[in-house]
């Protein structure tokens, strides 16, 4: 196994890194990383990926081998950083809830991004940055997406707390993130309109932010809000 100062290259994992906006965050990244990639499905027909070179896992949050699966894969690997985007955006108002539909929201949004941290937290090399997508919802809820809101914000509660538990070998950011990645139905100029900024977000703000955080090593614990003021307006 090389050491992060023998490899150069840094080594990144993407836990949901088949997903759109996983795809467009490896796509920016793998010109000067070399990437390991999660699905929750087989990988078989994803010409891109293969394109990336990347090495790509199968981690499904319903799998009840799951903790030892992601521990196999992760055998002779050193990660230098770890980014989890995994998660479902389930429409959800009261009155339609249900435990298994709970569940099943909380699983996928919480539940996995910590069984991921901790799989990867032994394999993170000194200084290495561990990278939880959030959203700013957590701020300004959905109400429409309650359930999801509350697993983000949850999540985002853990950050300082994972910091203080990994320190000081890794450091812990989460982001906040708005609108990215805009949806085929979506009404773009309205989204536009609901930040300060008037505009949405793209990949490569996403990607700005990863690396800053990665090169910042004095930085851990802190969840960054990245959503060009909608949460505050």
Known sequence: MQTRDE??????????????????????????????????????GEDW?????????????????????????????ELDGVVILAGSFPEQPIGSWTMDSLEATWRVNQAFPLLVAQAVAPR???????????????????????PYTAAKAGLGALVPGLA??????????????GTAL????????????????RRIGTPDDLARALRYAAESPYLTGQVLTLDGGWSIR
């Not at 996983?22 to 990383?33: K, N, Q």
């Not at 993170?124 to 701020?139: K, P, T």
């Not at 805009?182 to 900024?197: I, Y």
């Open 7 to 44: 490899r150069q290259r840094p080594k990144w994992l993407l836990a949901g890194g088949r997903s759109r906006l996983g795809r467009a965050l490896a796509e920016r990244l793998v010109p000067d990383h070399d990437l390991v990639l999660t699905s929750s499905r087989p990988w078989e």
């Open 182 to 197: 805009p949806g085929d139905h979506d009404d773009v100029e309205a989204l536009k309109a609901a930040t300060l900024l």
């Open 49 to 77: 990926a293969e394109s990336l070179g990347a090495t790509r896992l199968v981690w499904d949050a319903a799998d009840p081998n799951l903790s030892t699966r992601m521990t196999a894969d992760l055998t002779d690997l």
């Open 164 to 177: 203080r538990t990994l320190a000081p070998k890794v450091r812990v950011v989460g982001h906040a993130l």
């Open 124 to 146: 993170m090399s000194e200084g290495a940055c561990l990278q939880f997508i959030l959203d700013a919802a957590m701020h300004r809820p959905f109400l429409k997406r309650l």
